[in-house]
């Protein structure tokens, strides 16, 4: 018989998507029946590059929207370059796509007039979009071996990069290359494709290592210390490798233990089965790049971490049911090299809030029954102490009923923000506000400790508002590495529900979609390591009404010093 | 934190969360009372074969009734439990119940890939690893240039001795493995088009470059539109396989890449889906089983329509599950229907949702009859119903060999502390209840249903039941009787015989003419490679006992049907029990130990009418 582990395994893996699908799921759009080209060339180091696959995938704003149109099926468009480096993509459905091609060894080349390595770009009816080329070189490659104290191979072991002076960008990982960060079974790491200047390798760290038990290795730089500021730079040129960077890691037996419980803040009793996160601390310098760990309760309350480097560090439990009414105190510890004990974790019974869900502006039935279909949730804001991650795993959970009743539960006292997600159909359907008594609680419904509030009503509408934007630069062109991000926010609505986000595309135009109706405040900013300081954020504020995409120009002016 | 971080990391609590509310505790009222016994431990320790110390291994004890124990089973999957300097460890608070243990080891794998054991608070457990084997090689287009960053896959479909295994459809067999399909690609060409797939168990294996892979939804790579490459440069009626033993490394797997054209099925599901999840599809290969690919159907498409893309041709079955238990809303699933693909698309496929079944009912432990107060019956370590391992499990018997079963791993619970039971989430067919009982004490005396009128009880055990779609069978009574015996020896092979003494099968056939068709009395083993064997849990009475040689395709890797599920299974070696009149007698509580089983060649039965 085989193993139940498989069997569980596949269960699991049944059951994960089944039920983690509804966390994700959203509409795929309508493919259209326009379609148009796109036509450019692949140089590399600058002669023709033959043979380079460039993919065209559907573009959504940010990186959890791609996810979501790949569990729904949206398949990249492929083409592959000519002898002379020329692709053309026909009969493209037309939409938005990022083109890039998939050369996991090249990046783009830094003085380039095309400077990106993916390009935003809208596809038109009948139009062949042209030159959208990309000038490629080699990547660097850096190479070597990962051995514990006793000169055994460290297997499966996380390799990180940081950048050891200004030239390096950090963003690095992506899903289709993560696989290099890792050590085989010798040890042996092979990190390529990186882009030229220098960096401070290290081993350990555990980025994923707190799932499942895994050997946490305490961070160790090459070529074998703990301290960054010790740390060799290994430098990287453009088609070049640097081999035997090899790193002994310093301790990969043990760092210090956290250890502690889980009380009901109310009664002191011990509770089991609770999960503990414990993450680094804003003033914590690993913050960031440690995301901490997770861990039962065990019978008495009972919860340890094992491998803590000394450091300032902030923990919070929650339980697994879903139905649980309790949320988690936040709790700081610090490690100053030696054992913490004694860390106590109060979970209390929180908040509540009730009351009904409508829709704005229509009756349609078949869009009223789509509500109890989307997943309710709420954060609460008010306790400075806390980061977005440690207030996501705290979140309150929340349900609508198919009679039209909702509940959202498990809320600690401060201002909590109601938020409605999952699949709303092709038109959109947004949480647009909440109302208690009358009133709009834009800055969240003010709750007390352990307070129930009902009568409240979760008011949703159709999201169909367009921004078309585009932006004009002045004062020099943009370069190279810039990635230019426009972001709509509902000027009365503090809620992060009321915003929007896309990529400002090659041609300076760009697309923010699925808004509700309202005024917003439309912003460009440069993300870019290359500019020698911020340029001045532009805003401009546009009317979003229902049915006619609002339309907006902002002038992006380079020279002007920024915020 | 930079931003793909962060994404990351919320993907992460979101699937533990989400772990947590698939391990949700069922809607309909199941009996989850746990007993208020003081929790136990589980100790152990973890060795290489040849005895050496594992440290740092990471261990898992997995509840057998992970439905009905949500929390436990999420608590294990998070609890960083690793072996010491010396191998050992120790899983600590344990509830009553059964439990799987786990051990995790990048780059090893578990030695013994016979049949899942289950273990209790208070047993001690050695796990053996081995090195696991590499694959290594080059994949390269037809110029020689490097085909970087593809994915690589490597299933195994034959086992260490070359015999024919279904393979694991989540690549690895292990969760962890499957996870971090989710989260890196686990094996990917690099620049030079070098790659190295590790931790692979012995056996043999098809190596293939491209293609979507199972849990392709999270990244598009250029080359997951094609349908895979296998090595050495084709589709898989053309692969070679690539044979490795354990800590081989097989070296120079290169593969010529061509861009074999992909293929899509699409279709419809059809039927109940009152999930606010959506449906999941999935294509397995009919020959070996591998997970091929998963589409997703959204709660709120029109038409529940799905595509599955980048298939190469060939036979598969496809299948839809859907549900969420966290709704409470049952797990609805389809009967997995056989696709093939020849040079096109195939569209129009149709698949079915039908409601999922259950059966429930109570086990009850009765006492030895004569009250039994000999030696041998007492016992250090008494059993508690709450430690049997239950399951439902399909009897395959009149089903094609390569249709596969999604949902068997549901199929198992534990009662509670008064013994009653819940298995859910079963698809229709013919079943049989299976158990494995804790200890040596107890055994199996009936499997009964009591049917309306309550005067008619219905023998289960002879042979089994049939579920209907949906269906609930409730009421079944599972006896169980105190003062078992065991009985353990060896097979002592002649000096010609080539089959080797782990292949050898022995049975243990009741020879009191009225248990005929006792099938519970009826028992099978395998001899381990050094010929020894042991069976427990037996009621006592008088056996035959023989010893045949597995089906030479069988693998030692899979669960055979018992030749006693038939009744011209029990016919035959009662049979060949009477010739050979090799016969044993187990009173209450008996411990036989040195039993030695000379292996004689089968004698052919002839046809021999039974009433």
């Not at chain 2, 439990?81 to 009553?96: H, M, Q, W």
């Not at chain 2, 690589?152 to 024919?164: C, E, L, Y």
């Amino acid at each position: 018989m085989k193993t139940s582990m498989k069997f569980f395994a596949r269960i699991f893996f049944i059951a994960l998507i089944v039920v983690c699908a509804s966390a994700n799921a959203f509409a795929q759009d309508q493919k259209e029946q326009k379609s148009g080209s796109v036509t450019g060339r692949v140089t590399i180091d600058g002669r023709a590059a033959a043979g380079v696959i460039v993919l065209l995938s559907p573009s959504g704003s940010d990186p959890a929207r791609r996810i979501e149109l790949s569990l729904a099926g949206a398949t990249a468009i492929r083409t592959t370059t000519d002898e002379n480096g020329n692709f053309n993509f026909s009969d493209v459905p037309a939409g938005r796509y990022r083109a890039a091609p998939y050369t996991l060894s090249h990046i783009a080349a830094p003085d380039s007039k095309s400077s990106e390595h993916e390009r935003e770009i809208t596809v038109t009816h009948d139009q062949t979009l042209e030159g959208i080329d990309f000038a490629l070189i080699r990547g660097g490659v850096i190479t070597g071996r990962v051995t514990d104290a006793n000169g055994r191979p460290l297997i499966r072991e996380t390799i990180s990069l940081a950048g050891a002076d200004d030239s390096a960008p950090a963003r690095l990982w992506s899903p289709n290359n993560s696989s290099m960060f890792l050590t085989d079974d010798r040890g042996v790491y092979r990190l390529y494709g990186l882009p030229p200047g220098k960096y401070f390798v290290s081993a350990g760290g555990g980025e994923m290592s707190f799932f499942f038990g895994d050997r946490k290795t305490p961070r160790t730089y090459y070529p074998g210390v703990a301290d960054r500021a010790r740390a060799k730079p290994v430098e990287v040129t453009a088609g070049g490798e640097a081999i035997g960077i090899d790193i002994g890691v310093v301790n990969s037996a043990r760092g210090y233990q956290a250890s502690g419980r889980v009380i009901d803040g109310d009664t002191g009793k011990p509770l089991p089965n609770a999960i503990v996160l414990f993450m680094a601390a804003k003033e914590n310098p690993a913050a960031g790049s440690f995301p901490g760990g997770v861990s039962p309760s065990g019978s008495k309350g009972e919860f340890h971490f094992d491998n803590v480097s000394s450091g300032v560090y902030m923990a919070t439990a929650q339980f697994v049911e879903p139905e649980s009414e309790f949320y988690g105190d936040m709790v700081n510890f610090e490690i100053k090299n030696e054992d913490v004990k004694g860390i106590e974790i109060k979970l209390r019974r929180g908040g509540s809030i009730t009351g009904f869900v409508v829709v704005d502006d229509t009756a349609d039935p078949e869009i009223l029954a789509r509500l109890s279909q989307m997943n309710l949730a709420a954060h609460v804001t008010g306790d400075s102490a806390s980061t977005a991650e440690a207030d996501s795993f705290g979140a309150g959970r929340g349900k609508i009923n198919p009679d039209g009743s909702f509940r959202v539960w498990g809320l600690k006292p401060g201002k909590v923000h109601i938020r409605a997600g999952g699949y709303s159909g092709p038109k959109g359907l947004k949480l647009a506000r909440v109302e208690r008594d009358g009133l709009d609680q834009t800055d969240g419904v003010e709750l007390k400790a352990g307070e129930h509030i009902s009568g409240v009503r979760l008011v949703f509408a159709t999201s169909s508002g367009v921004i078309r934007g585009r932006v004009v630069i002045e004062g020099g062109p943009l370069p190279a590495g810039t990635t230019l991000i426009a972001s709509a926010k509902n000027i009365a609505d503090e809620d992060s529900d009321a915003e929007g986000r896309a990529k400002v595309d090659a041609a300076g135009n760009f697309v923010i979609e699925n808004l509700l109706p309202g005024a917003y405040e439309v912003t460009v900013s440069a993300e870019s390591d290359a500019l020698p300081s911020q340029p001045q954020k532009v805003k401009q504020t546009v009317n979003v009404a229902k049915d006619v995409p609002a339309e907006v120009t902002l002038v992006l002016n380079l020279k002007a010093k920024g915020n | 934190m930079n931003m793909d971080m962060k994404r990351v990391f919320s993907l992460v609590i979101l699937l533990t969360l989400c772990i947590a509310a698939f391990a949700q505790k069922p809607q309909r009222p199941a009996p989850v009372e746990k007993s208020k016994s003081p929790s136990r431990s589980i100790t152990g320790r973890v060795i290489i074969e040849g005895g050496q110390a594992v440290p740092s291994a990471a261990i898992l004890a997995l509840p057998v009734n992970f439905m009905g124990n949500q929390s436990a089973a999420v608590a294990s999957l998070l609890r960083p439990i690793t072996t010491d300097e010396a191998g050992r460890f120790e899983v600590k608070d344990l509830s009553s119940g059964a439990y799987s243990i786990h051990v995790l080891l990048a780059g090893y794998v578990v030695s013994d890939r016979r049949e899942q054991k289950y273990y209790r608070p208070g047993d001690t457990v050695t796990i053996s690893l081995t090195k696991g084997a590499v694959i290594t090689g080059r994949v390269t287009n037809f110029t020689g240039e490097p085909i970087v960053g593809a994915r690589m896959r490597a299933v195994r479909i034959k086992d260490a001795d070359g015999r024919p295994v279904r393979a694991d459809a989540l690549g690895g067999g292990s969760i962890f493995g499957f996870l971090d399909q989710i989260m890196n690609i686990e094996s990917q060409t690099d620049d030079r088009g070098v790659y190295r797939i590790y931790g692979l168990e012995p056996g043999s294996y098809h190596v293939s470059a491209g293609g979507k892979g199972q849990v392709s939804f999270l990244s598009t790579g250029g080359y997951d539109s094609d349908a895979p490459t296998y090595y050495p440069s084709g589709t898989i009626d053309t692969a070679a396989e690539v044979k490795v033993q354990a800590g081989d490394e097989a070296t120079g797997i290169d593969i010529r890449y061509r861009e074999n054209r992909g293929y899509a099925i699409s279709g419809t599901i059809k039927g109940q889906s009152t999930s606010t999840a959506g449906i999941s599809v999935m294509l397995t290969r009919a020959a070996s089983g591998a997970l091929e690919g998963i589409a997703f159907v959204l709660p709120n498409s029109p038409n529940h329509g799905f595509i599955l893309t980048s298939v190469s041709e060939g036979d598969y079955y496809i299948a839809a599950v859907a549900g969420n238990t966290m709704e409470g809303t049952s797990v609805a699933a389809s009967v997995a229907r056989r696709v093939s693909v020849k040079g096109a698309d195939v569209t129009g496929i149709e698949l079915a949702l039908t409601p999922l079944g259950s059966v429930s009912g109570r086990v009850l432990v009765e006492p030895a009859p004569g009250a039994d107060s000999r030696a041998e019956c007492k016992t250090a370590r008494p059993a508690s119903v709450e430690e049997v391992a239950l399951m439902a499990q399909s009897d395959r018997k009149d089903r094609p060999k390569d249709e596969p079963e999604l949902l068997a791993s549901y199929a198992t619970s534990t009662p509670n502390a008064k013994g009653e039971f819940v298995i859910r989430f079963l698809e229709q067919g013919q079943k049989r209840m299976v158990m494995k009982l804790p200890g040596e004490q107890w055994y199996a005396r009936a499997i009964t249903l009591s049917a309306t009128p309550a005067s008619r009880t219905v023998d289960l055990a002879r042979d089994g039941f049939s579920l209907k779609q949906g269906e609930s069978v409730n009421g079944i009574t599972i006896t169980l009787s105190e003062g078992a015996a065991s009985l353990s020896g060896k097979v002592v092979m002649g000096k010609e015989e080539t089959i080797p003494a782990g292949r050898m099968r022995v049975h243990l056939v009741p020879a009191e003419a009225l248990s005929a068709d006792e099938t519970l009395r009826f028992a099978e083993t395998t001899a381990q490679p050094d010929g020894t064997f042991k069976f427990t849990n037996l009621a006592p009475g008088r056996y035959w006992i023989i010893v045949r040689p597995m089906p030479d395709e069988e693998s030692l890797e899979t669960a055979s049907r018992p030749v006693a599920w038939d009744a011209s299974g029990r016919a035959g070696l009662r049979f060949e029990g009477e010739a050979l009149a090799n016969a044993v007698e187990l009173k209450p509580c008996q411990r036989v130990a040195d039993f030695l089983l000379r292996y004689t060649p089968p004698v052919k039965p002839t046809t021999k009418k039974l009433n």
